[in-house]
């Protein structure tokens, strides 16, 4: 491999030849081998778009010329578009302000636009950062790739799983089956009704994620190293977030106070709890469709899902709900990254929360799995969900919970007889009333009405 010799302020370092990082990168590189989580790409585009509205910034602000301003500019919409994406080698377990991520997206904006210029003209620290701090730029960087990946992935995703749910749900409206809680038999309710209960969740969900967007959209650019502006213009932060919502198409606003914005990740911390809401929610709803469709002769069976591929390599014909299952998996993992996100969070020593990277690997890695696993499922599980009548039909007659709707005419103690002795005997409800002689078949009848206990009761 060939080499150059690259130099920082701790004296000079051998980068590849064919690489765009300097020396802070490499020494990074060198110093941090530790697994093989790399820096999240939205980070990196996040970094592209923020490096750009910065130096369209500094530009307006007289602070940078027009030729620096413009390779700076190309360079990002480089790293936007991809192209540069094996220039970012360096790992999340690394500093935790993220300052050797921002020096590589600054040594590789330097290096590139010096190329494009033909001369040596960008500075990565004079003219890239200019009127910045990794301290501030970092948490920026989060805040743009968190508020990207929820409005562009995760939201969208959930929204068209919703939608399926209420098809669903309107389809199946008046298919009366039994209802269970306790995992026991209970009242009626329609198969519409109780799907209706999924869509809500997501409903319920998306005003969560909807919220903690609020919080996200605040930057912290312009408060570089400790909160306080120091090297920056007055208007830099404001003027930048304007820039980055012309750009993005999204609102971003200068967060009110840079001392909150560099040392308190609660924001991100609120948001991922939305996102373990909804991880709550989809365990939920994925332990609902595999146990209302195990089987097939042998379990509930009253749902049919499709059979994507086979379930065993010793049980000929077995077919298992694999996608509840990819579903559950990315709701422990999402779960179990709201305990990292909080932990970091925690983390605000003084002026600065120094665990950001882990804090934004788990934040991204939550939202992405949650976007895919909902989109997975929706595709090859969801909407395809069937009823199966017969057993729908078989546990309804079954159900020994259909003895409820006696309560107003006989009282709960009489019901409760009832209930019992058909239990107790193998007789149907109709049976056993009559043979306490507590009701006629004509009465039972009458009162036992299940398309009559799906709702309160009617004057």
């Not at 765009?20 to 790399?38: D, L, M, P, V």
């Not at 290096?111 to 910045?132: T, Y």
């Not at 304007?242 to 914005?261: D, M, Q, W, Y």
Request: aromatic share 6%; with cysteine.
């Amino acid at each position: 491999m060939e080499y150059r010799i690259e130099h920082d302020t701790m004296g000079e370092v051998r980068v590849p030849a064919d690489r765009y990082w300097g020396a802070q990168t490499q020494r990074s590189f060198e110093n941090f081998k530790i697994g093989g989580e790399r820096m999240p790409v939205e980070i990196i585009r996040a970094f592209a778009l923020l490096k750009k509205a910065a130096a369209l910034a500094n530009h307006q602000l007289g602070r940078l010329d027009e030729r620096r301003m413009q390779a700076i500019v190309q360079v990002c919409d480089e790293i936007s578009q991809g192209k540069l994406d094996e220039h970012f080698p360096l790992v999340v377990w690394q500093t935790g302000s993220g300052t050797q991520s921002n020096m590589n997206v600054n040594e590789v904006i330097a290096n590139r636009g010096n190329e494009l210029l033909g001369e040596k003209l960008l500075h990565p620290n004079d003219h890239v950062n200019m009127s910045q701090s990794s301290n501030d730029t970092y948490p920026t960087a989060m805040h743009i790739a968190a508020v990207t990946v929820i409005e562009d992935h995760l939201l969208p995703s959930l929204n068209r799983l919703e939608e399926t749910f209420g098809r669903l749900s309107e389809d199946y409206r008046d298919i009366i089956k039994t209802g269970r809680t306790h995992l026991q038999d209970a009242t009626p309710l329609t198969l519409g009704q109780e799907i209706s209960g999924w869509q809500q969740m997501l409903v319920q969900c998306r005003e969560m994620l909807r919220a903690g967007l609020g919080g996200l959209q605040q930057l912290a650019l312009g408060g570089t190293a400790v909160g306080t502006g120091l090297n920056a213009p007055a208007e830099f932060g404001e003027l930048s977030a304007r820039i980055l919502s012309e750009l993005t198409g999204k609102r971003f606003v200068t967060a009110p106070n840079k001392f909150h914005a560099l040392t308190s990740k609660d924001q991100m911390a609120f948001a991922h709890g939305a996102m373990k809401a909804l991880a709550a929610d989809l365990m939920k709803i994925a332990n609902d469709v595999r146990w209302l469709s195990s089987g097939p002769r042998c379990g509930i069976g009253e749902l049919l899902i499709p059979e994507n591929e086979p379930g065993s390599s010793i049980m000929p014909g077995k077919v298992n709900p694999t996608q509840c299952e990819a579903l559950t998996m990315v709701a422990v993992q999402v779960m179990a990254n709201d305990v990292a996100v909080g932990m970091a969070a925690s983390q605000g020593n003084f002026q600065l929360n120094v665990f950001m990277p882990v804090c934004a690997y788990n934040f991204l890695q939550s939202a992405r799995l949650l976007g895919d696993a909902m989109e997975s499922f929706r595709v090859n599980c969801a909407q395809g969900i069937k009823p199966n009548l017969p057993r729908i039909r078989q546990n309804l007659e079954n159900s020994l919970m259909l003895v409820t709707a006696l309560n107003p005419h006989i009282g709960y103690e009489n019901a409760a007889k009832i209930a019992k002795t058909a239990h107790r005997e193998g007789l149907t409800l109709r049976q056993a009333a009559v043979k306490l002689q507590i009701l006629s078949e004509e009465e039972f009848d009458r009162i036992v009405r299940p398309e009559q206990m799906i709702g309160p009761l009617k004057k």
